[in-house]
């Protein structure tokens, strides 16, 4: 695992705990070479009508501020709003 991959995990650690308690849950799946993190929603959070708000507010804010270098934060089975 690189330093990128601890260092996202570790702030996905941070923010599990708030999923959690909403039953749902969220993995690392891949970060791309151009520096998109990928990511899997679980549980109560892949079916629930504010993810994508989640995903942009809170996941992809708590990551950028681990690793500033990463561009953007798509999860593979959350459909975005048009």
Known sequence: MSDLE???NRAL???RPFL?????N???VEV???????????GACKDCSMSYMTL???????I??????????????LLTPK
């Open 32 to 42: 791309t070479d151009d520096m998109v993190v990928k990511v899997e929603l679980h």
């Open 64 to 77: 950028k501020k681990v690793a500033p270098e990463v561009d953007r934060v798509e999860a593979i089975n």
């Open 6 to 8: 601890k260092r996202i």
């Open 13 to 15: 650690d941070q923010i």
């Open 56 to 62: 942009k507010a809170g996941v992809e804010e708590t």
């Open 20 to 24: 959690e308690a909403d039953r749902g």
């Open 26 to 28: 969220i993995s690392l």
